[in-house]
């Protein structure tokens, strides 16, 4: 299986950074500038090793869900803070432009906008010298059975061939910085269990844009659990 093989490199690859260090730790402790280099690396390895377990966990699991009603402009909001606390984004302006009214969602609050975040840390990366995120939200009344949102993000820098819109989504061909990640995948399974859509876009300027659709919530006998 092609994937369990580049998901075993992955994992091996940090382990053996650790292993590495471990061993020369015992000769090199008295060494400052080491301890801190060593430091760095493992807590580094660590990260990468326990967000790609996490994406495992919930790209092959079933997800258990939490659904309550929320405004999806505050889930959006969350899922960028969710990066900037990280540090992420620094370097990057972020437009939005939401809907002039709330647009309630049911949805698992913190799993949702996550999912955002997966999608928000593509664009971070891509911009991490500067560049302007753009996210766009519409109602859309014609969308599902009491009509939906349109939520649409492109960060004018990144490009993508018609071919490989589909790719994007793929998690054999997903890589974020050389590394496998399944951050979309997740992304899209997560907006799909909330009853949505995900797809990526080509502008006319080969830009790659996102667009996601989500239905709303009308409250009329609709059950929230």
């Keep these: 299986n092609k994937f369990v093989s580049q998901l075993a490199h992955e994992i091996k690859n940090p382990m053996v950074a650790i292993q590495t260090f471990a061993e020369l730790l015992k000769d090199k402790y008295d060494d400052s500038s080491f301890r801190e280099y060593f430091t760095y690396t493992v807590h580094q390895e660590i990260k990468r090793l326990n967000?790609?377990?996490?994406?495992?966990i919930a790209f092959s699991a079933p997800i258990s869900y939490k659904y309550t009603v929320a405004d999806i402009h505050e889930i959006l909001d969350l899922g960028l803070l969710l990066l900037q606390e990280q540090g992420m984004g620094r370097e990057t302006t972020v437009e939005t432009s939401y809907y002039k009214e709330s647009i309630n969602v049911k949805a698992d609050k913190t799993l949702l906008?996550?999912?955002?975040?997966y999608l928000f840390r593509r664009s971070f990366k891509?911009?991490?010298k500067g560049g302007t995120i753009q996210i766009n939200t519409s109602f859309e009344k014609n969308l599902?059975?009491?009509g939906g949102v349109c939520i649409s993000l492109c960060d004018?820098?990144?490009?993508?061939d018609e071919n490989d819109l589909e790719k994007i989504f793929d998690p054999l061909s997903v890589r974020l910085n050389g590394y496998i990640s399944l951050e979309l995948p997740v992304c899209r399974k997560i907006i799909e269990d909330h009853g949505g859509s995900i797809k990526a876009l080509r502008r006319k300027n080969k830009n790659l844009e996102f667009?996601?659709?989500l239905p709303v919530f009308s409250g009329g006998g609709e059950d929230v659990e």
């Design 51 to 56: 967000e790609l377990v996490e994406q495992l």
């Design 126 to 128: 891509a911009l991490e």
């Design 144 to 146: 599902f059975t009491n």
């Design 211 to 213: 667009e996601v659709l």
């Design 113 to 117: 906008s996550r999912a955002f975040s």
């Design 156 to 160: 004018f820098q990144t490009t993508a």
